[in-house]
DNA sequence: TCATCCCGCCAGTGG
DNA sequence: CCACTGGCGGGATGA
């Protein structure tokens, strides 16, 4: 059949198979088109008539010209399909022309052309033709079952590339085994739940982080100057079909557009060990992803696009399935294995659990082995789901009508202790707060000092307690941290000094606006929506870390006269910050911030062992905070609620500030305005995973010893972290690349337990609340959709639940009703369509079955999953398109369909 | 030259 | 035991 075969003299059973054409012994029981008379039309060959065997014609055999045979609709169908096959029929037109001539009468040469060409035996057609075979949507009570060996048979293929396809097939639940060699064929009733659950488990595994980590990794290791880094920055996808593609320009989301196949691989090998993996392991992976994503493709999953990068042009993916990121939020949390996608009765296991046990090595099976570094991530995670599994009744949430109906009383009680603690401390605070509001630094964004930071008075590590500081009338988003745990506070510039007044040993460092360039917004009405960052760190526990971030201030400073206007300004930041010869520049690359938006702090925090680099991530998480906050300007609102609009409900007059008095402290400032605020990052939280970073050694050497004094690592062999709160799966603390939409009065406390000196009975006391607010305040990050609510068990394991205050259900109610999450809102901001956020590309994944779901899983967590959350009419809103004129320059992407 | 991916070997699995 | 299954990598093909 081919060359090598030819060659070779080699013919085993299936190529005997192949080069047999003689009637199947057997009836066609392989369901064909059920939807309507004329399916069968679609499919390779009409169904035989009963008892009529026939030999399957083979596909030259057909007259290309007859409209009404099954090859001809396939034809059509496959040439309306897309371009590609187009061109493909048309190759193969001309091949079946010389196929007319019997091959007994062929040369060798003449063999050979008559031969189909490499592209008509593609994985991709050979997959069109399979799925033409079948209706979309079969009759599920009939027998749908597809015998591998006739299919093969019947599209002159050998049954191995039929497992290529079957394999996909069966991870995304449209087929499923039935017995050896045959299959039932389910088609795509299950798809949409399995994408969801998929994406869910990407998720878990932040595969939209580690993809962004490594093509951030990628970006770095470019040699290009900055004008080249910051021109790069600018590229984007722009697709030719300008009907189905938008570029979404969100932080994070720049980059994230397309996801190339090298990427995808060392997501599932492990971007740490690539480099030490034989050269040949990572292209057997690329292979296997090649074949998965032609079959992805051919379901029309996933397209395949063309970016042209400083290199050339680089294939790469994008995600063009259905919508589920709205459908998302009613699929069942991780925490329910039970929970099932499948709605086909012989889909009788979980399809979560299918997923899972496929992205998971733990089928006895020697499957697709996740890469260390990998397992890392995916054990943390598991681990933490186990945990919440494990939680004694875990109620789990599926949707806004469940949540628990404590979770006010929860968030109310807690407010009520922080008011109660924040009325004591406000007092002490009192004399230092009005000398700094008169301070050289101007009255944040011109408020009334009444609506300026209200900061109380830092605790000292020791101070093992829980310092729920809130105004009166402001519930708090509180986020359970590790006591041990230096956090990052991002702040309005004008509360820098403000916070580090109360305590000395806080690190101020300015986190510069990444996504300033490009990315104007000159409607904004809230200029002074963070010009720039503070990231305020507690040296106290990382004292080694802060070094570095000292130079801040300054630059800080002249960053916020000039604004977030001025992208020049902003570069020169940048450069500046490179040419210090920083520890951090690779870190304070400007892609570096760009690719951490989405991605988040996670991964890269994860692998690099220190405070720095989460800092660095936090700066990312600031620009994109920043752009966030410029998209809420234009915020169109696509649930028809503008966000100004939820905005403005939030604003309270009497606004106050409290600061988080804590050893690890940090406080968000608040104005009489929106801002992007409320990042909460537990640091070492962020350490746990990986140990490669882009530091030096000796840089890392003093990371790492600043993060063994102040905590320990598990993996570093050390204390682990005791803090239950690592123990819930909550990528966000890590991510965060949001804006918290708080509004100017809210304030965000953290209650940080001190250590591992923290009672059961204290962390309860602190959990409990914090759960509540966890989850409100997760919901505000995006972190969780909106209308999934972890309980206290799920999220700490905690025991007491407060009570109280009514002023915090309001705060949840509108966290139910802003579905639109950060993302959401930038979304709106740039009036991008569902299906442009759809469209994000996705990484691929190899090892056909089992890392199907990881491409797939991937695929959706290519987007934003909180994205779904802003697309309730999904369906709809993905169908439209609207353009966004930003960022058309530096990267033309065609579609190669 | 490189991206793409067809092809089939072969080891593991399971009836 | 043997067919099924699918991981894997050589190397052909096309741009």
């Not at 042209?308 to 949390?333: H, Y």
């Not at 009489?672 to 882009?694: A, M, R």
Request: hydrophobic letters at 30%; aromatic letters at 6%; proline letters at 8%.
């Amino acid at each position: 059949m081919n060359k090598r075969k030819a060659c070779s003299g080699k013919m085993n059973a299936e190529d005997k198979e192949n080069w047999s054409f003689e009637p199947h012994e057997s009836t066609l029981k392989t369901p064909l088109k059920q939807a309507a008379t004329s399916n069968w039309l679609l499919a390779e060959k009409p169904p035989p008539a009963s008892g009529h065997l026939t030999t399957p014609p083979k596909p030259n055999e057909i007259s290309p010209g007859d409209p009404w045979t099954p090859t001809a609709n396939l034809k059509m169908l496959i040439s309306a399909a897309s371009p590609e096959i187009r061109n493909r029929e048309q190759e193969k037109r001309l091949s079946d022309s010389r196929n007319e001539i019997p091959e007994d009468h062929l040369s060798g040469d003449e063999y050979e052309k008559s031969q189909p060409s490499r592209k008509e035996k593609s994985l991709g057609l050979l997959c069109h033709k399979f799925l033409a075979r079948y209706p979309s949507y079969p009759d599920i009570s009939k027998n749908n079952e597809i015998c591998l060996d006739e299919v093969a048979e019947e599209l002159n293929v050998e049954r191995r590339r039929i497992y290529d396809i079957m394999n996909v097939l069966e991870s995304l639940h449209m087929v499923s085994r039935l017995a050896k060699n045959r299959y039932s064929w389910h088609g795509r009733h299950n798809l949409k739940k399995t994408l969801q659950i998929l994406k869910k488990v990407a998720e878990e595994n932040n595969y939209s982080q580690q993809v962004e980590l490594i093509k951030r990794r990628q970006y770095e290791e470019e040699p290009e100057g900055d004008d080249q880094k910051i021109q790069l920055m600018a590229k984007h996808v722009r697709p030719n079909d300008h009907t189905d593609i938008c570029f979404v320009e969100l932080p994070g989301m720049e980059f994230r557009a397309v996801v190339n196949l090298e990427v995808a691989a060392k997501i599932l090998i492990g971007e740490d060990h690539v480099e030490y993996l034989d050269k040949s392991k990572f292209k057997t992976k690329i292979r296997r992803l090649y074949d998965i994503a032609n079959v992805l493709s051919s379901l029309e999953l996933i397209r395949k696009v063309h970016v042209t990068e400083e290199k050339g042009r680089k294939p790469a993916f994008k995600w063009t399935g259905p919508d589920v990121f709205s459908e998302i939020l009613a699929a069942q949390p991780v925490s329910t294995p039970t929970a099932t996608a499948s709605s086909h009765p012989a889909e009788g296991k979980s399809s979560k659990e299918h997923c899972s046990k496929n992205l998971f090595p733990t089928r006895s099976k020697q499957g697709f082995i996740r890469h260390p570094s990998l397992m890392k991530l995916a054990k943390g995670a598991q681990s933490n789901q186990r945990k919440i599994r494990s939680a004694p009744s875990s109620p789990v949430k599926k949707n806004a009508s469940q949540i628990p109906p404590s979770f006010p009383s929860k968030m109310a009680q807690l407010a009520t202790i922080c008011k109660q603690q924040l009325d004591e401390q406000s007092r002490d605070f009192k004399k230092r707060k009005m000398k700094l509001e008169h301070s050289t630094f101007p009255s944040p964004l011109g408020l009334p000092p009444k609506t300026r930071l209200k900061p109380k008075p830092f605790l000292l590590p020791s101070q093992s307690e829980i310092l729920p500081l809130i105004h009166n009338s402001v519930p708090p988003a509180m986020l359970p941290l590790h006591p041990n745990v230096p956090y990052a506070l991002y702040l309005h510039p004008s509360q820098t000094q403000l916070v580090t007044a109360y305590n000395p040993s806080f690190t101020v460092r300015p986190v510069h606006c990444a996504n300033v360039a490009g990315s104007k917004s000159t409607t904004e009405p809230s200029s002074q929506v963070a010009p720039g960052k503070i990231f305020i760190e507690d040296s106290g526990s990382n004292g080694e870390g802060s070094a570095s971030c000292a130079k801040g201030q300054d630059l800080w400073l002249a960053k916020e006269q000039e604004g977030t206007k001025d992208d020049v300004v902003h570069e020169r930041h940048f450069k500046r910050r490179r040419m210090e010869g920083s520890p951090m520049k690779k870190c304070a690359s400007e892609e570096a911030v760009l690719h951490d938006v989405l991605l988040g702090a996670s991964v890269e925090s994860k692998k690099s062992r220190c405070p720095i680099a989460s800092r660095l991530d936090q700066e990312t998480l600031t620009s994109s905070a920043v752009k966030q906050s410029k998209s809420e300007k234009t915020d169109q609102h696509l649930e028809g609620q503008p966000t100004q609009q939820r905005q403005g409900e939030f604003l309270e007059p009497d606004s106050v500030t409290t600061v988080q008095e804590m050893p690890a402290t940090f406080a968000i400032a608040t104005h009489k305005t929106w801002f992007p605020s409320g990042y909460l990052i537990p640091l070492p939280h962020c350490t746990k995973l990986g140990n490669e970073t882009i530091f030096s050694n000796k840089e890392k050497a003093e990371m790492c010893a600043a993060e063994q004094k102040s905590y320990s690592s598990p993996i570093a062999g050390g204390i682990p972290v005791t803090s239950e709160f690592t123990a819930v799966n909550f990528p966000a603390f890590h991510i965060a690349p949001v804006n918290l939409k708080l509004p100017a009065s809210s304030v965000a406390t953290v209650p940080v337990v001190n250590g591992t000196a923290v009672t059961s009975d204290q962390a309860d006391s602190i959990q409990a609340p914090s759960a509540s607010v966890m989850n409100f305040t997760l919901q505000h990050l995006g972190l969780i959709p909106a209308n999934l609510q972890m309980s206290a068990n799920q999220v700490l394991r905690s025991g007491p639940v407060c009570q109280g205050a009514e002023h915090v259900g309001f705060k949840q109610e509108k966290a139910k009703q802003n579905v639109l999450p950060p993302y959401g809102d930038e979304l709106n901001g740039k009036s991008v369509s569902a299906a442009s956020l759809q469209q994000a590309t996705v990484p691929v994944t190899s090892s056909i079955l089992d890392n199907c779901h990881d491409f797939q899983a991937s695929c959706e967590s290519a987007v934003v999953p909180e994205f779904c959350s802003s697309f309730h009419e999904s369906d709809r809103i993905s169908q439209a398109t609207l353009a966004i004129p930003q960022r058309e320059h530096g990267v033309s992407t065609e579609d190669k369909f």
